[in-house]
């Protein structure tokens, strides 16, 4: 022990700053569900002081199908609603509904438009729709962000049915089980964002 430490000084400990996490909503359809899905998981982030989240809708940007290496003003235009928020994220949570047994072409869209803002980050995903809860635009979507150079977490939440599992104010009927999942996979995507943070600050992706 230094007998000449001053036991009473304050102790300087710097906590990491939270993790800025992307939350897409994936589906752009007129009388969509999925705002009723991203309320219930902006709930979840608000338990936390690891993560913040900030919402990327696709419905609020018109990107067209069609890609360009030099876009019109006014396609330039919407990218400069989103590519930002994308780009400063260290992690995504993707909301996929299931269309016709993959995921929507907004969605689609959203990812193509885009590339380095997605290496080496990670992603999670919650679905939903009829039966299968989504889980098959799921799958499709790891091959997707794997050519990206994404890390896709394990574990996700899905809503099989998911209109007749909330209510009419959008409260989940039964929550505890969406509530633990959706525990589990902000937990692995907040260790993956952790990780990989830590690990690009000492030598950049790629390099
Ligand atoms: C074009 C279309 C195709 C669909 N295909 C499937 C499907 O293959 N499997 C499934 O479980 N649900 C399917 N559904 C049901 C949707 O997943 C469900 O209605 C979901 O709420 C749609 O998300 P949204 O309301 O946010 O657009 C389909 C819905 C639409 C509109």
């Known amino acids: 022990m230094n007998p000449t430490a001053d036991v009473s ?30 309320d219930w998981l902006l709930g979840r982030f608000r338990e936390r002081d690891d993560l913040t989240a900030e919402v990327v809708d696709t419905a609020d940007t018109r990107l067209p199908t069609a890609l360009s290496y030099s876009p019109p003003p006014e ?12 780009a400063a ?18 969605l689609k ?14 992603v999670a995903f919650v679905s939903y729709g009829g039966v299968s809860g989504g889980l098959r635009a799921v799958e499709q979507l790891r091959q997707v962000f794997a050519e990206l150079h994404a890390v896709t977490v394990r574990d996700t939440v899905s809503f099989h049915n998911a209109g007749a599992s909330f209510d009419d104010e959008g409260r989940h009927r039964d929550p505890a089980a969406p509530d633990a999942a959706a525990k589990v996979m902000l937990d692995q995507l907040a260790w993956w964002a952790s990780a990989l943070r830590d690990a690009k600050a000492v030598r950049p992706y790629g390099s």
């Open 9 to 38: 000084a304050p102790l300087s400990v710097s906590f990491p700053a939270p993790l800025k996490v992307a939350v897409i909503v994936g589906s752009n359809r007129e009388g969509r569900f999925g705002p009723v899905v991203a």
């Open 75 to 86: 396609v330039t235009a919407e990218l400069a609603k989103v590519t930002p928020k994308l």
């Open 89 to 106: 994220a260290d992690a995504f949570v993707v909301l996929t509904p299931e269309y016709n047994h993959s995921f929507p072409a907004s």
């Open 109 to 122: 869209a959203l990812i193509d438009w885009h590339y380095e803002e997605w290496r080496a980050k990670p």
